[in-house]
């Protein structure tokens, strides 16, 4: 039997249950997944004393705690601990084993829709906008993966700058201000939005307007609620292609089942059924 759960506040909308469920029966494996809200107001280290008790056999963790978990771990993978953050904790032998799949499971979600832009990484010129917990981890990601051109715009420069220091040694990195992606967007290939902006209710919102976007771009938006941002409608009016937020949550979580169960099943059509889901919501 597989114990495994989510902590974070709130969660009770989380899609984490269904996904991990699916994933259990796939493999074909007893167990389950449970919600932990653990509120604002209660005393973390009590509550993790209590799920250490629990003996569970892996857990994710989600906002606000992705980093109040870091000082109750026995030991973090070398991801989790350059991107500061951690979503998915292991339990090996009593001990807690902290990683992050975020990052990685971004970069697993747009490989599957657009194998393409991996065949040739150095030569693909790529834009972050936003410089928040998300964008750390997918910098991370696609920097430490051979993409060696990466730059970060955000609304703060300093949090751009922050981003930029986790650089691999080959890895070209210009920071830039919002105005200044907008104008130059036609250099760049991938364009990826990782902030809540243009999330429910402000749907209307987008980061930047994407006037010198070049069609051949696949513009790509971390925001699943609503599915279709205004941001990927612009990017898909305009002609590009667009990648859609929801499969970062379906690869994040596979990866995080494979830490925790040794098998890695396949996604089948978990995508639109999620879809579906976040359509009727
Ligand atoms: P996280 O990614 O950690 O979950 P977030 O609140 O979703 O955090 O996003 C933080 C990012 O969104 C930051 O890059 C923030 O810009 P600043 O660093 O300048 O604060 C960006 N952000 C949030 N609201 C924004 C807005 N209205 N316009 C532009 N950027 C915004």
């Known amino acids: 039997m597989y114990q495994l759960g989510l902590i974070g506040y709130p969660i009770g909308h989380s899609l984490s249950p269904w996904i991990h469920e699916h994933f ?3 493999a074909n494996l007893k167990g389950t997944y449970s919600i932990m809200e653990i509120a604002p107001e209660a005393n973390f280290s009590v509550e993790m004393e209590r799920l250490k008790q629990k003996g569970m056999n ?28 951690v979503n998915t904790v292991v339990n ?23 194998p393409e832009l991996f065949a040739n990484k150095p030569q693909r010129r790529v834009l972050l906008l936003g410089a928040g917990g998300a964008a750390r981890g997918i910098y991370y990601a696609l920097v430490t993966s051979g993409f060696t051109h990466v ?33 130059n967007l036609a250099s760049y290939d991938l364009i990826i939005q990782t902030t ?48 859609f937020g929801h499969t970062m949550l379906l690869y994040q979580a596979q990866y995080a089942f494979e830490i925790w169960t040794n098998q890695q099943v396949s996604l089948g059509d978990m995508d639109d059924q999620l879809k579906s889901i976040l359509e009727g919501r």
């Not at 949090?159 to 907008?182: F, H, W």
Request: overall charge negative.
């Open 151 to 183: 730059d970060i715009a955000n609304r703060t420069v300093n949090g751009a700058l922050a981003i930029a220091e986790l650089k691999a040694e080959s890895t070209q990195s210009a920071v830039l201000s919002l105005q200044e992606a907008e104008k």
């Open 196 to 243: 809540s902006v243009g999330m429910k209710p402000h749907i209307d919102q987008a980061i930047i307007s994407l006037d010198h976007l070049k069609h051949t771009s696949i513009v790509s938006d971390i925001v699943y609620q609503p599915l279709e941002t205004a941001f990927l409608k612009e990017a898909q009016n305009l002609g590009a292609r667009v990648h």
């Open 24 to 26: 259990l029966k796939k």
């Open 92 to 114: 090996k032998d009593g001990k807690w084993i902290g990683y992050n799949t975020d990052g990685i499971g971004y970069l697993r979600s747009l490989e599957g829709a657009y």
């Open 58 to 85: 892996g857990f994710n963790i989600t906002v606000p705690y992705k980093q109040t978990i870091i000082p109750y771990l026995d030991h973090l993978d070398d991801n989790a601990q350059n991107i500061g953050a």
